[in-house]
């Protein structure tokens, strides 16, 4: 144990605490919690013989989490028969401040988790409450599933709704990483991976396990518990034959195209063939899916005219006050700036009513003015969710879209959507429009959230994203010159789609043009 120069209570806790603070109900808290776990996680068949373990923060509101101490369950012990006391407590910088008595034989000397470094490590990159690391059969299956894979991908199915983040009809990716002789010796690859992922909330080890984390206690037992559910629906899937990465998760697809040749066959009958066929195609909407009349002549003026309404009846709500935050920061940027329409926004204690005018005011100059920014495009998507909800609003796309997307997906092409409009409009568009639900035929969406449809580097963190080992293996249609020629110096497949209504291309722009999906 030790004994302290710092403590939680005058700010410190980063390198030692008090022996008082080491026998807080705190800490006594956190340890009866991890040994309940580690029962209860056996009889899961996450910690058979001796393996798995879990690290956690003791909750102090009093200290910082980067500074509160960690609690980390041992190595070598049997989990079902954990007691409070065996638990290892450490520093924030991985000092270890107490350590587990002896006990007598046959059991082993006290030792501390191998997976020490790499928790730590999480607890750097991700600062969450608590990590689980589960030797579950099904997290290791599910690495076997495509030895060649460095990563996992599922979707829509329901319980990636546990997962932080995730709905059900996006795409739940998860990185792979190869495994080593010893835990720790994973720590560099680990880190790399969660870096290279900002979304996950897991790294796979191959052939080993998994490990996750959350929040808190709770939220890292609930992804844990999600993560082995897909985990094993992807290996009963697997075992009938069916795509667990599929929306419609329907028969594998073994090869690519009409012919079972190495995947470089075209489409039969097509006017404009792609050799070889793209693992992925992503679609812009306005111009592309859908009319852009429908976008001008429906959707903005919907959102302009019922602004005022929606803000009045929702302004108390966690969500509505998060758009605002978001436009607030906007509009402040807007005024350094000098943007033509932008008006200054009282603060809250000037009364909701003149918070709602202003807002309403710089809205409809930012709709007017059809600016592509997340603040204006978030709190578009909730007002047109109550319309879609309402029926006041149904989306449109052309007839050849849904036709396309179901031979695409027969194809075992995946079919992702890039829009300027939130995700949450996305999804509301494509599940209800006039041909039908088509979210089936879409393994995921992106916004402006990963960057402006203009700028290269977008497309480049699309493509890593997408998992695709070349960018050229995905095949970007938008209406846009300035995107298309983004996409294409990112490294993508480029085709411009050239619809009743879309503005017109500069002469000799190179790119290859269609006036259907069905022209592909």
């Known amino acids: 144990m030790a004994a302290a120069t710092a403590t939680p209570e005058n700010g410190g806790g980063v390198a030692t605490a008090s022996q008082a603070y080491l026998e807080s109900k705190a800490v006594k808290d956190t340890r009866s919690l991890m040994s309940e776990l580690c029962r209860h996680f056996y009889t899961l068949g996450w910690m058979y013989g001796t393996g798995g373990s879990i690290a956690m923060k003791v909750h102090d509101d009093s200290v910082p989490r980067p500074h509160q101490l960690v609690l980390l369950s041992p190595s070598g012990v049997q989990k079902e028969r954990m007691e409070p006391e065996d638990m290892y407590v450490l520093s924030a910088d991985g000092s270890t401040l107490s350590s587990p008595s002896p006990k007598p034989y046959p059991n082993k000397a006290p030792k501390c988790t191998d997976s020490t470094a790499v928790f730590l490590k999480i ?67 680990l880190a790399k991976a969660i870096e290279a992922y900002p979304r996950a909330t897991a790294v796979l080890v191959r052939n080993h396990g998994i490990y996750s984390w959350g929040d808190s206690w709770i939220s890292a037992k609930t992804q844990a518990e999600c993560y082995h559910y ?78 005022g309404r929606h803000l009045s009846a929702t302004f108390e709500t966690v969500e509505t006050q998060d758009d605002i935050k978001l436009l607030r920061s906007q509009v402040e940027d807007d005024l350094a700036k000098g943007v033509l329409g932008a008006l200054p926004i009282p603060p809250d204690e000037e009364g909701k009513e003149k918070v709602i005018a202003a807002l309403v005011a710089n809205i409809e100059a930012m709709i007017k003015a059809d600016r592509k920014i997340t603040a204006l495009k978030q709190l578009q998507g909730h007002i047109w969710r109550s319309g879609f909800q309402n029926q006041e609003l149904k989306g449109v796309v052309f007839e050849d879209v849904p036709v396309a997307l179901e031979k695409w ?41 990963v960057g402006n449809k203009k700028e290269t580097n977008s497309y480049v963190e699309i493509s890593e994203s997408l998992g695709v080992d070349k960018p050229s293996e995905v095949l970007f249609l938008t209406d846009i010159y300035q995107e298309a020629v983004a996409a294409k110096n990112a490294g993508l497949q480029v085709i411009v789609s050239v619809r009743p209504g879309n503005g017109p291309l500069p002469e000799n722009h190179g790119f290859k043009t269609i006036h259907s999906f069905i022209d592909i």
């Open 409 to 449: 997906n027969a194809l075992g092409i995946k079919v992702y959507i890039y829009s300027s409009g939130s995700r949450l409009a996305q999804r509301l568009l494509f599940g209800n429009t006039n041909q039908g639900d088509l979210r089936k035929y879409l393994y995921g969406f992106f916004d402006t959230t």
């Open 123 to 189: 607890f750097e990159l991700r600062n969450p409450g608590a990590a689980i690391h589960s030797h579950g059969v099904e997290s290791c299956l599910a690495t076997m599933l495509n030895p060649s894979a460095k990563e996992f991908r599922i979707t829509h199915m329901e319980m990636i709704k546990g997962i932080q983040g995730h709905g059900y009809y996006d795409e739940l990716v998860i990185p792979i990483i190869e495994n080593t002789a010893h835990e720790y010796q994973l720590t560099e690859s």
């Open 230 to 307: 897909l985990f094993d629906a992807a290996i009963k899937l697997h075992q009938m034959g069916l795509d667990w990465s599929s929306p419609n998760h329907g028969p594998l697809q073994y090869g690519k195209g009409t012919l079972a040749d190495d995947g470089k066959a075209g489409i039969i009958g097509s006017s404009l063939q792609i050799k070889p066929l793209p693992s992925c195609i992503l679609l812009d909407i306005e111009g592309t899916t859908t009319p852009i009349s429908f976008v001008t002549e429906v959707l903005f003026p919907y959102a302009r005219d019922n602004v």
